[in-house]
C-alpha cells in the first residue's frame, strides 16, 4: 500500500471515529430526539407510550450511524489503517480502553461472517 492511501485511511478512521464520539451524541440531543419528540407528540401505540416508541427511535437513528460510522463501516472503507486511526482517536479522547468495545464486536463479527463463508463453501462443494 502507498504511504498516501494508507494516511489518507488513518485520517478517514480518524475523524470517523471523533465524529461518532462527539459530534454525533449532541446532533441526537440538539436535533433528533427534539424532532422525533415533535412527530411522535403525546400518542400511544399498543402498549407503547411515546416516551417508549420516542425512546425506540432516537435508538433507531444511533444504531445507524454506528453502522456507518462505527468499526465496521471504517473497516469496510479504510482498511486496518482506519482502525489504526479508530484507536488513536480513543487515545486523543483521553482512554484508548474505549476502543475495546468497537474492536471486540468488529472481531466478534468478522469471526461469524468468516465461519459462515466457510459453510456454504463447504456446502457447495458437497452438492
Do not use: C, H, R
Request: hydrophobic residues 60%; glycine residues 8%.
Amino acid at each position: 500500500m502507498e504511504a498516501k492511501t494508507a494516511a489518507i485511511s488513518f485520517v478517514g478512521g480518524l475523524v470517523m471515529t471523533l465524529v461518532l464520539v462527539v459530534l454525533v451524541p449532541v446532533f441526537i440531543d440538539t436535533y433528533a430526539s427534539k424532532w422525533i419528540s415533535d412527530v411522535v407528540g403525546d400518542n400511544q401505540f399498543l402498549f407503547l407510550s411515546s416516551d417508549i416508541i420516542i425512546t425506540l427511535l432516537v435508538w433507531l437513528v444511533i444504531i445507524a450511524f454506528m453502522v456507518v460510522l462505527g468499526a465496521g463501516g471504517i473497516l469496510k472503507k479504510f482498511g486496518i489503517f482506519g482502525i489504526v486511526g479508530l484507536i488513536v482517536a480513543y487515545w486523543l479522547l483521553g482512554d484508548v480502553t474505549d476502543a475495546i468495545v468497537p474492536l471486540v464486536t468488529l472481531a466478534i463479527i468478522l469471526v461469524i461472517l468468516k465461519t459462515i463463508q466457510i459453510k456454504k463453501s463447504k456446502n457447495n462443494t458437497e452438492k
